[in-house]
């Protein structure tokens, strides 16, 4: 995929749909590449797309409400365009996707400190750096996100407009292996486990606002009456944050990773994301995003579903992990 | 642990759970006197954060009762509820909460010996399982210092 192209397809849809913004990443100070929103067709010459980038674009949309948007999206955000369209909150006739494809994002917390880095270009499954003076190239295998990783979907699902090119391939599996390795852990060391994550949590709810599923205009964790929890980061406060919402995502994650690489403290929340898709998946058989017109699994019902309700159709003879 | 007596809060559907315990008491079925009735409009009103939160200040077990499938009084808030809290109790299993203070059940506003059998078999549960102490809420800081250095 060359700049240029992209440049030219954006410009074209901006064009040809009347849009009144386009979201997409611009290159910032250090070289990495940053979320903006341009409005015009010579601001546009500055959109850029490679591995750099972090967020997931989508998380904008539900603020641009009533505006026609265009947005540059590679299968994450595509799949995150579709809830966000199946669940109400966009109409698909105001959206212009551009499809991407991807290589899988870096995450900059396996570059170490960054102080005085600055990112250069991505070519052939490489990135350069510049660091102290000096330039490295580096393979971006060893840098990617934990979720690019395992990404199954790398090219969009949904798009108006397509660049060509070549995406990520081969999902390394790592992320079930994880959640599997923790399943047939003692309870008790589970429980050690995440209490552990918690403990780390500083509750900056950066997870949250990185998150395009996450556009709830008001968050439990704000509420005061009731207060759910305590303002401090405690451990079971934390514990709260977490399992909430990764209950609230279940079924409707995508793992595009964005919360992950936007965590300043490198909690795990992809095993838990993970588990939860997974388990959602099993239960009602759904995958995530995938098909316009697709109620959320927690947002409808089936007569046939399982039951594990004492008095109930089945017994509790069936558990989840031990 | 012998001595323990477990608080167990129990959420009850106004239309058939919550009756089927006023059945019990009515009927003079004995059943352990540990839990708490709240009484919500349907088990679909039950948000799962009910249950870390009354986890979290400290009850032993939470029970949610609500119609049978096909019985509820809005047509179909037990079935989002089977949906969810079934989610939901797995995820307390998956992170090491033991999902045995959780429960969930069915019960029709006839079933008054159901529910005091109920009641049994859950307090039994909860007080084998022991004491809530691995998800309960902590002062905060300041809170704990200042009581540490009076």
């Given at each position: ?50 591995p ?51 290589q899988g994002?870096i995450?900059?917390?396996k570059l ?10 991505s070519q052939n499954g490489k990135f350069t750096l ?6 490295v190239e580096l393979p971006l295998e060893n840098y990617l996100?934990?979720?690019?990783l ?18 990520r ?154 | ?150």
């Amino acid at each position: 995929m060359r700049t240029d192209d992209l440049i030219l397809k954006c410009q074209e849809a901006f064009r040809e749909k009347e849009l009144d913004l386009f979201l997409g990443f611009e290159r910032s100070s250090s070289g990495f590449l940053k979320p903006a929103v341009f409005t015009s067709l010579e601001s546009l010459e500055k959109i850029s797309w490679d591995p750099s980038a972090s967020l997931n674009l989508a998380t904008f949309i539900p603020r641009f409400k009533g505006k026609k948007v265009g947005i540059i999206a590679p299968g994450c955000v595509s799949r995150s365009l579709v809830i966000l369209i199946n669940e109400g909150q966009v109409s698909r006739d105001r959206l212009t996707v551009v499809g991407v494809p991807c290589q899988g994002l870096i995450e900059r917390k396996k570059l170490g400190d960054l102080k005085g880095v600055r990112f250069l270009d991505s070519q052939n499954g490489k990135f350069t750096l510049q660091r102290g003076g000096q330039i490295v190239e580096l393979p971006l295998e060893n840098y990617l996100s934990e979720s690019c990783l395992d990404c199954d979907h790398s090219g969009p699902v949904l798009y108006d407009y397509l660049i060509e090119g070549s995406s990520r391939k081969n999902p390394s599996g790592n992320l079930e292996k994880r959640v599997k390795a923790l399943v047939e852990l003692s309870p008790g060391e589970r429980l050690l486990y995440f209490k552990k994550e918690a403990e780390k949590c500083i509750r900056c709810y950066a997870c949250r606002q990185a998150c395009p599923m996450c556009y709830c205009e008001s968050c439990f964790v704000e509420s005061s009456e009731p207060r759910w929890l305590q303002a401090a980061p405690e451990v079971a406060d934390n514990l709260i944050w977490l399992l909430t919402r990764v209950y609230h995502l279940a079924g409707r994650c995508v793992q595009c990773g964005s919360c992950a690489r936007a965590c300043p403290e490198g909690v795990d929340l992809m095993s838990l994301l993970a588990w939860a898709n997974q388990s959602v998946s099993e239960l009602f058989q759904y995958q995530p995003g995938l098909e316009i017109g697709e109620k959320p699994a927690l947002g409808e019902y089936r007569l046939e579903d399982p039951d594990f309700f004492w008095g109930g159709g089945l017994t509790e003879g069936k558990k989840c992990c031990s | 642990m012998e001595n323990f007596e477990p608080k167990i809060i129990a959420f009850l559907c106004n239309w058939c759970s919550y009756a089927g315990a006023d059945l019990a008491g009515v009927s003079r079925f004995q059943y352990p006197p540990h839990v708490r009735v709240i009484r919500v409009p349907c088990s679909g009103r039950v948000n799962p954060l009910f249950v870390l939160k009354t986890l979290y200040e400290g009850a032993d077990g939470v029970l949610v009762s609500g119609c049978h499938p096909g019985d509820c009084h809005y047509q179909s808030g037990n079935y989002y509820a089977r949906r969810r809290l079934e989610v939901f109790k797995k995820l307390l299993d998956f992170v090491g909460l033991n999902p045995a203070r959780f429960k969930m059940a069915w019960i029709s506003a006839s079933e008054g010996a159901q529910f005091a059998q109920l009641i049994r078999e859950f307090t039994a549960e909860v007080k084998e399982t022991g004491p809530n102490q691995e998800f309960v809420r902590e002062k905060a800081d300041l809170v704990r210092f200042l009581n540490e250095n009076r």
